[in-house]
């Protein structure tokens, strides 16, 4: 009888412990982005989109990576999607460190290293092919 006690408690503990968690997903904003920031460690990062063929501004899907690994896992620190009049994505103040940027659009991609440094900022643009 102890046992059966034991279970019937411990069920809905398992239950809602092996239920589905939400996945991430990009159409959703990446989290939190951080515009203001006045420490020494944090530099600001913008990605600007061009068709490599046409050099014209281009809308595209933005993603920031901390690893290599990370992008064949699909793990992505932020996500941004650029406006093709713009084609700017502010990833505001990050730590000081190195990040992998992935642009895709139609079929088209670019993956670039940038560095991000204390109190600077950095415009990084990526071409498209």
């Known amino acids: 009888m102890n046992k059966l006690k034991v279970f019937l408690f411990a069920l809905p503990i398992i239950w809602v412990s092996c239920t589905r968690t939400e ?9 939190s982005i951080v515009l203001n920031d006045s420490s ?3 530099g600001r990062l913008f990605v600007y989109t061009y068709d490599f063929f046409t050099n014209n501004r281009l809308a595209a899907d933005v993603y920031l990576y901390t690893q290599y690994e990370d992008i064949q896992r699909d793990l ?3 996500y941004k999607r650029t ?3 713009t084609a700017e994505a502010d ?4 730590l ?5 940027v992935v642009s895709r659009s139609n ?3 670019d993956t ?9 900022e950095v415009k990084r643009n990526v071409y498209l092919k």
């Open 91 to 94: 990833f505001g103040y990050l």
């Open 112 to 120: 670039s290293l940038v560095q991000v440094l204390g109190k600077r």
């Open 40 to 42: 020494e460690f944090n």
């Open 83 to 85: 406006q093709s009049n």
């Open 23 to 31: 996945t991430v997903n990009p159409e959703k904003d990446s989290g």
């Open 107 to 109: 079929n088209r991609s």
């Open 96 to 100: 000081q460190g190195n990040y992998y």
């Open 76 to 78: 992505f620190l932020y």
